[in-house]
Structure formats: C-alpha cells, structure tokens
C-alpha cells in the first residue's frame, strides 16, 4: 500500500497512536550515533535528519553524533595520500588527521546541520574542539594522532539543548598543546551519552541487530541482558564490525543511559519506528 | 483499509509528513471551542480529547472551551425544573444558574479533564468564576442571570500555559457580588481567543461548515472572508444555529485571531485532520 | 465594647502587635480544611474567606480544603434519590459520584472561589480530578465509590501558589479508568497538609477542641502530645465526630506537617485568631 | 480604652478591615520623608520602625528617608565647632560635611536599620555616597557643600527592594571628585519618590497638615490639588517649615508619584493609619 | 626595553591603567574581522587568539569572524584543482564550494577555537549554515556559489554570547536548497557587527590605517567622518585591497556600529592596544 | 624605569600575561582585610581602591573588609574622651561604641565607597548592623561593648555580590537590643571569608610577612602550613601585632578559605601583584 493512499482520518489516528511514545520520550535525552549506508545512500540520509528534526519539535532533545570514514578516504585519495591502516585503525600522521577535521567538522557536520535546518529543525554544529568537548590523547604511538578519550565536557550540549538547539557533533578530539585526534565515533558517543545520562542510546548499524546466526534474519534477538550479550562477545556469536558496537553499548549501559538499541539504519525512518511506535527494532540491551 | 493494516514504514512516513504542520504550531496558543455532537458521542469525546492531550505534547498551547446545554436540561428535569426559554435563551433564575454552575464547573468540566489526564495531557479545569476569569453582568433583565462578558482575565489561562497545563474552560460568569451567569460558549470562545491573541480558533460544530446551498456539500466553502461572510449572513445564506457560530469567528478575527475555522465535530480527530494535515477541514475565515 | 469604638490609634496597635506572627507565617505554607458549621453560617462562610484572602495576601501561602456533605444529600433529595449509609460511610454508587462531583466541584468549590475573590483574595478551585491531584480506589467493595488515597499530586499545588493564587481544593478523586471517588475531607487535607510539607495544619471543627470532659469547656486541652492524643482515643476520652478529626491531626504531624491545629470554627475569624495573635485557640499538635 | 483591653475577636475584625488597603499597596513602592518629632522621641521613633517593618512584612516595598539636622548640630558642639547658618541653611565647610556625613550616614542610619531589623524587617542603610545614589554639586558657593542634586541612580534602591530589603537611606550627596554634601531631606525624597515612581510619597511632619488657619485645627485641609497648594503658597497662608516641605509635595506629584500625604508624625503610628485604615490623616494632594 | 625586564610594581601599574577601558567594555559586544597577516603568520595568530581570550575573560562579548583565502587555494592545489578568478572573485563551482566549506568551517574555524580554548577562553565554532546563520543567494550566475548575504540570524549568536561562550564564525553561507556559498567575510562581518548592534567592530589589515599617502606613514588618517571616507573613496585615495575594508567599515557605521576600526594586525597585540590603550591604532571611523 | 616609557606593545604583554591569573579568579570570591599604613597614606589608600575596582571589573567577586582604629581616637580627642585601653582592647563605653559606629560605618566605609565608585567600581558600603550582618555579644564585661561574634549573615553579602555591588564592611556589631560592637576587624574579616566559602582571603599588614627572623627580611617564610604556622606562633619567633593577624589566618584556612595570604599593604597595588602575576608576595598560607 502506498502511504498517498492513506486516508486523513487514517493519519490523525496514526499520529494519536503515536502520543504514548512521545509523552515517553518527551524532555529526555536521546543520543544517536548516525552512519553506515544511512550516512552514504542520500534518501536514508535526509529520512534521518527528517526524523530527527521531528522528534527535537516534539519535545525529544536530540544529540547527533557521527564519525565519516569512506569520505576521509576519500579526501585522502584526491590529494594522492594512501590511507594505512594497523590493527583496522587507520594509521594518523599529522595531515591526516587535519584531513579528518575538515572533512569531518567542515564538510560532513555542516552538511548534516544545513540538512536538518532546511526540515524545519535548529541545528549546531560542533566538534570534539569546540569549548575541549572531546579531550584526548594517543591510543597508540604508532597509530598517530588516533586519540582515546581522556573526558567529554558536556557543558556546551547541555547548554544548545536547553536553548533548544539540536546539537550535531563529529568526533575530532583535541587535546591542550593544539594536537588533533581521530576518534572513533562509536565510542564517542556511548562515552558522550553516558555522561550526559541519556534516556536513550540508539546506534545506527547495517544490520538487523544482534543474530544467533549470522545468516538467519530469524535468530534477530530483540531483548539482550548485558551479561548475555558479553557471552555472546565471548562465544564468538557477535563478530566483525559488530563487535566493537556491541561494546560501546555494553559501555553505554554501564555508564549509565537508560535505553540502549542497535537499529537497522538501512530501513528507512527506523529512528521514528523505533522511538515513536510500538515496533522494537533490531535489538535494545538491558 | 483498517488502520491496523498500516505499517510501520508507513506511520513514520505520516508522522514525518506532519512535520512543517507541527512546526508551524509550536509554541502558538489554539483555543478550541467544544461543543455539540463530540461532547454526545462517547467515542468522538475521547477522539477529542486524545487530539487535545496530542497537540498539548508536541508543543502546541492548547486551551480547551466547552459549554453543555443538553446536560443542564437533564439535571433540571431530575430535579423537576421546567426549563423556559425566551428568544432562543435560556431564562436563568438563580437556582438554575446554580444548575448550570454544578453541570458545567462540577460534572462535564472535571469529566473532561479527567479524560485528557487519562490520555497523557495535564488538564487543569477552570471556570469563568475562578480568579475573575469571566467577569459578566446581566444580557436582559428578562433572561435572568443570563450573562454579558464584560471583561476576561486572560492571567490564570496564561499562568498554567507557562507551567505546561492544558486550560479546560466551562463558561459560567461572575460578577463583583456572588452572583453566577450562564454565559454562551461560542462568544465566550472567541473572547478569550481573541484576549489571548490566539494563533488559532476552532470552532466545532455538527456542519461541515459553510454551505452556499445547505442542502448541497458540495456548496462548502473553504476559506470565507469577514466581508463575505457578513454578506451570507445579511442574505440569509447562514441559517439557524450556524448564524452566531459564524458571528463568534467573524468576532474572533476581528480581536486579532490569526486563523478562525469552523470544523465538523462529528468527523473523529477533525482537530488533528485540520491542524497536522494538509487538508483544509470545514471552512476557514480570513 | 463594638469594634466601631476602636479608635484607628488602637486599629494601628493591634496591626503591630500581630506583626511578630505575620514574619513567622511569610512564606509559609498553611492548609486550612474548612468545614463544619463555618460552612452552613453564612456570616461565619464569609469571615472564614476573609481569613484566607487576608493571610494570602499578607505573604502566607493559604491551601483551602473542604468537602460538603449536607449539600450532597440536599441535591440527592431534590432529585429523589435516598442516601445510604453504612459503617458512617455514605454508599456511593456511580449516581452518587456524580452528585458528589456537581456539588463539591461545581457548586461549593466555586462558590467559595467566588466568595475569596470578592473578598481581594486570587483563589483558584481544582479537584482531585485536575491534573492527578488526588488519585484514589475503592475503599470498600460493598460502599461503591468511596475512595481510599493512593497518591497525592502536589505539583499543580506548588505552582499554583508560586504563582500566587490561592488554591482551593475540593476532595473528589479519581483514578486512571475514568472513575469518580468520594473522597474523606479531613483524610485528605491531613494527607495534602503532609504531602507539601505546610508549616501548619488547621482543622475547622464545630468544638473547642480536645476536652476531657466532654461537658466542660474547663478542661480543654491547649497543647496535646501525638502520645497524649493516641492515649485519649484509646481510653475514649475522645469521642464521635472528634475521633477522626484527631486522628487525621496526628497523621499530619506524622507525615511532617510542623503545626496542627483543632481549632473553633463556630467562633468568626478564629483563623486569624490562631494565626495572628498570642491566643492560643483549641488544641495544638505537637 | 486602653488596647489591651481589645479582645482576639475585635483583633481579627480590625486585620481584615485593614484588607483593602493592604490589597490596594501590594507591592507597590512607598517613599517615607522620616523627620521631626519622631526623630526625637524615643517612643514615637520605635512607633515608626514598626510600622515600616510590618508594611515591609506585607508585601509594600518601603523606603525611609531620613535627615538628621539636631544630632549633627549636637555633635558639632561635642567638639567645639560652632554651627553657621545663611539663608535658613547650614554653612557647611569640609569639616562639618564630614560631621554630617558621620552623623547621617553612620550614626542615625545604621540606628535606625537596627530598629528595624529587631522589630522584624529586613533593613539595609544606604546614603548618597553609595553607588553614586545621589550625585550633587555646590548649591551655593558661600554655603560651601550645602548640595544640589544632579541625579538620582535608582538601580541599588530598585535592587535591595528586589531582594526583599528595605533601603533606609540617608541624605548625603556625593560628587566625582570624592566632595560630599549635605543634602536637604524633603528634596532628596521627594526626588527619590519621583524617581522611583513611587505609588505613594509620605512626608511627616510636627503638625496635623496644611491649615487654612495656622491656629485653628478645625481649618485642616484634607484634600489639596497642585494648584489650589501654589495658590496658599503665593497667598502666604503657608508659612514658615510648612513651606518647603509642601513645595516638595507639589514636585513629587509633578515627578509621577500618584498619592502625596503630609502627616502628622507626633501621632504613634500614623504611617499605619494613613496606609492601613479609613482614616485621611494630615493633607493628601492630588 | 624587554617585558622581562618589567617589575611587577609596573605591571600593576599597567593593569590599573587599562581600567577604565575595561570599564568603557564591559558586557558590550565587539565584532573582530581577523585576516591578512595575522591568519599567516603563527606568532600574529596566536597573540590574536590571546587578545580574544582575554577580552572575553574580562567581560567582552567578543565575536571573532574569519575568511581563509590562502589556505582554500593550498587544499585546491593540492587536490590539482585550478583556482579561477574573474573580477577579483574567486569562480566557485559546487566542487570548490565544498572546499571552502571544509578549509574555513573545518580546518582554519576548529583551529582557532582549539587556541582560543587552549589560551584560556571559551570558544565555540559556527559556520554561516549553522541554524541558517548567514543565508545567501548567487551574487552573479557566473561566478556560481559566490553568495551575496540574503539575512543574518543573530539569535544563535547572542545565545552562545548570553552562555559565556566566545563564538568564532566562518563565513560560509547557506540557501534553504542545500547549496553553500563562498561569502566574502569583511562583507560578513560588517552585516553582522550592524545585526547584533555591536559596540564596535575591528577589522584586522596588512597596513597603518587610511593614509592619504599610501608611501607616507606620516599621513595615516587618525579619525575619519564617514563623508570624508567616501570622498576619500571617490578620489581615489584609498586603492585596492583597502577600498573593499573601507567601504565595509562604512557599512558598519550606517548599519548603528558605534564604534569602527581599521587597525594594523600586522602589531603583535594590536587588539588589545587598540581596546584597551589610550593609544588611537589605525583609523577609526565616526 | 619609569612606566611612563613603558610602550603600548609592552603593555599589551603584561595585560596578556595576567590572563591565567585573571581566568583563575574569575567569578571567585576574594576577601580583602584593609588596613594598617594602606589606610592611613592617602597615595595607598586609592591604589588599594583602584585595585578592588579592577579586580570587580574583570569578573572577581571582591569584598573589602575594614577597621578604623587611629581615627576613632582622633574624634574621641575632638571631643575630649581620653581612650582607654585593657589588655589591647579599647574599654568601649556606649558613647565610645556611637563613636565607633559614626566613625566606622558613617566616615571611613562611606569615604571608601565614595572612592572606589570614582575608579570605576560600583561599591555599596555595609556595617556588621545591617540585616544583622554581624551579630556580637559581649567579650569581657569589663571592656563594655567590645564584642565577640556570635554569627555573620552572609545573605545580604552574596545578594550584592551576585548584583554586581562590590560589599564594603566595616566591622560594627549589633545585638537584638540594640546595642553596638566594637568588633576587631581581622578577626571578622577572617570568619565572613570562611562563612561565605571564599576563594581567598588577603589580609593586608604593614610587615613583608612571616620571618624567621625579624629584622632580617631574606628570612620571609612565602608559603607557610597551617601546622607550622602554629609551631612559630608557640615558639615566640611571631610576635607583636602579627600574633592575631597569624591566628585570623589560621581561622580562615579552619573555616574552609582556599587560600589566605598576608601582604605588605605598604607596596603599592600589593593586591594586584598578589593576584594577577607570578610573584608570590608575603606569606600563603596552606
């Protein structure tokens, strides 16, 4: 069925269908950590910052976080630099990482903001830089400017919510000798919703959510506890890119967000299913 | 099609596409005038009142009018009351005044109230009486404590839209010596919309609003001017009971009401269908 | 001596000797439940508002509470309808409810709303109805909808008197399906007394006080301890109508309230009296 | 009747007649020229603080302007200066502007702060040189700093208001260049008042009011407009200490104060009496 | 003389001579253009941020606005894209557009902000597409995203300044159809030092000031009338790269700037000489 | 070097360097003891002004405390008292204690107000009598009104501060029968830093410090423990009039000051140098 068939009267009992969820949500936190093929496919793209732009109008105070590897690569690749990576990170010399910054606080969170604004939302853009947001240090010396997160002032987002601005955020990390650190976006924001105690925590995967089986949609497991999913982790269930989201989850838990979901950010507008309906998508850990 | 055959995808889809309507009412002040067949039918009052808690969520200032004749005849039949009418109003001795005092501030004020806390609003339920919201003074000596506005004390109504109350009005009137007046909901409705300089009026009837041939739907007219609308009116166009409906709107744009509709109460959520939708419900003045 | 011999001389005194109470009361919250003969005297009614517009205005933040049982039964008799007791508890069918609603927050309420502004007070009437104020369940199978306290919501309360109305509180409750609850006045004004930590509670009962010899106003006590108080229910020195007043004063002192009060309602203006001068009227709590 | 003869009952009758006045200057700024007599007397002087106190405790915003011409002329004889006058005002060389700043600003302000404060206010002594509350020039070079005023800053007196204090103020003005002057208190408060824009102004004085007949009490005038009081001015009926003190009337009405009253401070607790009863004591211009 | 050789008794001396200009300052807006030498060269720029920092700290609202010519053509180089010019304007196609958006939003905005922070301030980064700060449309079809400014909006920027924070804008415009334009910032920062109404507006240069004759420093113009700006314009006077700063300072007068400057960045602290010296750096405009 | 050949770009350096300082006290609260040869040299007395102006302006919350001792004598011999001293007390009689009060809180608090509103400050002076700032009861029956502090009010102190006054206290104290204190001014001083939690407390003397040895300034002891300062306070190596100032100190670290320094009131702008540079002056105490 297609949604011009849908009759007015049909929308106004969909929207009053959805007043329980948005009395849940309304005036709480929720962090989404945005990216995969919702970032790169350009109808899922502006689906996002639809939902987003709706659920900071309705009361929910949105932050929106990402990271944008395939567009670092890139830049990187216009400018002749072959990217290197050491353990699946990417190996960060000095340029690179300034290339990180403008790709990501220049070219991606603009973008996103000036996305987000024109549906009808206030959005800011910020970095890790802006007002030491993301203060950091090296994770590695032999991976560079690749920084771990040594503490998130939460300060400024706190105070974009509270004059109702929607606060976009891109993960370069600064630190006070004016280094700029890659950081990965994940853990940014489990760490960022954590200390910001979030009602809610949703990262956006190319998954279903978390299988028993890989190949079998089926084995979808909805509710995870926290000690079931780090069996998982350890019995080798979860694998690949999974795994490092299932940890920023578990972290995410552990710092204490309320709600934590893994979604499948390829289905388009699962931020409003997830929050807004009855449906449980991909899976909430608990 | 049922509504329990739309999708998930397809909800948020509707959701999304309330978008711009949401944003263009956040914030404003919508006075809504109750009245007619939602206030008889169980389920249209619940339609109503899930509309009014709906919008109150999202950011809407929503204050809601109601009057109740059928309710007051009923009391005074009980008690064995002949009621009398003179010129199409009710003649109020005081002991009816005290009728409609208890019917209108006691029983349907509160029971509303109750229905809007029960589906997630935070309804407070006032009368004309409290804090001199209506002061009035006798129409006709004839009639009785049959009242005329004299002044609103739009204080109170602003107070709990500041602390995220919904206002629930029942239009009994006081003046400065214990005396009670039963005041006529439409020109109550548009008074206070218009003390408020409310974004918007809605006025609900059992029409589907201005016909130019009362026997043709088809007749109906969407968007009306003052001028126009004074027009119908001297050529007997506007018959019957849509005469001072159409004379409160006409009043409430002339106080400064941006937009004025008059909506058919009997269509379930018409309230949501006229302010979240692009459909333009009924008739709109201008 | 008449009150119109007094000389302004002798007017001013008496204000500065009330000046020590008054800076004890400023800000202060008190909860008056009214009831009583205070309530059936006109004269006596209309000293009682007084009161209250006088210490709100004088910076004490007032909370009236009542109930109105003969009002009840008078409006069930009108209409034909037999009052049933049993155990002292009014039976309470869903009729009943709905006379119990009409006339407690239709009638009374508003009427003394009415009578509070007039007097240069700015009161507001709400019941357990608006906003949650009081949620309740039935008591008794066998009595209807008489209801028993689950919660008390003091939210609707606290803003009101920050913004600094008056709040008058009438003692219906209600629940989450849509039902109505007769609620005990002095139960519920000792339980709101408790739930907003007043300063003060004052009974209104139509007696001096504790006595104990019920015939002789000698031996009135002035000043019981909680223990004391228990001590005379027990051994019956207290008795009748008296026994759940006391033992809703001990339930507030209990639930925090600083001072309670029994005091004379029968006597005009005893709640200036108790509040603003060095006379110790009925009995204190403590 | 001595008033301890007043009984509770005729207590509480006197409280809530006093209630419309009290509504009528809630929150309203009241300016008192404190002088004379009830400077002196000890009795009358507490009289005064007392009633400042409880308008300060019922919700007037009061300020108390006081000079202190008697106590500067006695401490200029403690230490052998001899006290110059010309044209009716004091010569005053740096030494007695320093004598007059000690006495004003640190002798009788902070007494009477101090009363205050033990009778339940809130008090806080302020003087000319406070904030640049008053900044004047030399009024007359062979008077030395007898003070002009140049301007009045009203921002410290507005803000201890804000905050609950009540700002006793004394008369001694201050220039750019670390001179200070003595400051005539009538002009001074009258000046404040206007500035302010006081809803009432009161001056007190050691007579009944403006009187047709200097010896004939009977002559009293209750009631002045402007231009009737520059007619007895011009006609030489006011004579005398009355002159400047009504010229300082006419300019407050002129600077916005809405109410004007001259006094008689030798009666106890005329600020009450004029404020807080029925009775028109002294001349009231309009 | 070094600054080491300063004795600390100096030091005070300097601070305490600075007072009345950080009095002149306080909690008044001023809108700094920072470009030329001072973006270049490292020692200028941090001496700049220093100067931002510490204005900030002591109770200026700094607005700190940049370009970033230079650095655009170096990352165009880089990527072996050949910068165009037609009429001293760079040609912008959607490609180049996104360089300056990631050079001037992304590398040279989070840079200054990371000094500005790590100096002790509080900096926070906008472009001109956060929450459409600088709205704009094609200046010139043939010059593609070169974009003439359409509106400013202030309010993210008095938000940021009413939170403490120092905002540092980038001047990248955006449209309500996703397109970013290259905005010429003297240009931008004159429209919004008129929109915030700001006590003064400096813009950072490669020379003295005006001077009458460009080879003789002695000429430098100290204050200038607007009138005599444009008579010096039209005569030809002021030439090249001056005639646009000029006219921009010109724009800011008409626009209600109070206070206009053109000063040399290429003096290490000419900020805070020119804010807080009584030494007139450049030319002023009035 | 005179400062006067110190140049702009200089200037601009030093200002720079104070920055760390500046942003460690900003919003701070810093308690200055005023007194000694800084309060007698009238050079010293405005550089000491300058300096609590300066330190207002750029965000630090000052509150300047003082004594008044030589010119309390100086009005007792004008008008021939002989001061009598016990134990290194002044016996205060009641008319010593007016003197006090008049000297105290009328000539060197308004004279210091005065002052410091002419640099730029925006002082507001207070004595121990204003809203019972300073509370005293007697020490020594035998001094007379020589008073120990029973408690200090901090609430007027921090409703100036957060208004942006800078609170001038002389050191006067009251009882509730009104009697007035002569209170010793470094004892005070000490227990309002610690009541108001201050940031710092400087108490300014007319000695370098703490020496180990007196008449050898090279044994100045900069920064000094508590414990040790106890250990020389037992030893007898501190003597004379820096006993007292050494156990005010000790006091104000007790009660929770941060850091408590002793400076040399006799170098001009010691309070600047002790704040705004790396010079350690005097002694710390930690």
Redesign the interface.
């Known amino acids: 069925?297609d949604?011009t068939?849908?009759?007015?009267?049909?929308?106004?009992?969909?929207?009053?269908?959805?007043?329980?969820y948005?009395?849940e949500y309304?005036g709480k936190i929720v962090v989404v950590k945005y990216g995969g093929n919702a970032m790169v496919n350009d109808e899922l793209k502006r689906?996002v910052m639809?939902?987003i732009?709706?659920l900071a109008?309705?009361?929910v105070k949105v932050v929106l976080i990402h990271g944008g590897g395939p567009e670092i690569t890139e830049?990187m690749q216009?400018?002749g630099k072959k990217p290197e990576f050491a353990g699946g990170l990417r190996v960060t010399d000095r340029e690179t990482a300034?290339i990180v910054?403008?790709?990501?606080?220049?070219?991606i969170?603009?973008?996103l903001?000036?996305?987000i604004?024109?549906?009808?939302g206030?959005?800011?853009?910020?970095?890790g830089?802006?007002?030491?947001l993301i203060e950091a240090k090296r994770y590695d010396e032999r991976l560079g400017y690749v920084g771990e997160i040594v503490s998130v002032n939460a300060g400024?987002i706190l105070?974009l919510l509270e004059?109702g601005?929607i606060p976009v955020i891109s993960t370069?990390g600064?630190d006070?000798?004016?280094n700029?650190y890659n950081i990965n976006a994940d853990t940014a924001a489990a760490r960022i919703a954590g200390t910001l105690k979030a009602e809610s925590f949703i990262s956006m995967t190319d998954t279903e959510g978390i299988k028993r089986d890989m190949n079998d949609p089926a084995s979808l497991v909805s509710v995870v506890q926290v000690s079931e999913a780090q069996r998982l982790l350890r019995e080798g269930v979860i694998q690949g890119g999974m795994i490092p989201k299932v940890e920023c989850c578990i972290e995410a838990i552990r710092r204490g967000v309320k709600k934590v979901f893994i979604i499948d950010g390829r289905?388009?507008?699962s931020i409003?299913?997830e929050v807004?309906?009855d449906?449980g998508m991909g899976t909430m850990f608990c």
């Open positions: 069925m949604d068939n849908i009759t007015n009267a049909q929308r106004a009992k969909v929207l009053i269908q959805a007043l329980p948005i009395r309304n689906a639809g939902d732009a709706l109008l309705i009361g830049l216009k400018i300034e910054q403008m790709v990501l606080a220049g070219k969170n603009k973008g903001v000036s996305l604004n024109n549906m009808g206030r959005a800011i853009g910020l970095s830089m802006d007002c030491h400024p105070d004059k601005y370069v600064c006070r000798e004016e700029v289905v388009p507008h409003l299913i807004l309906t449906e």
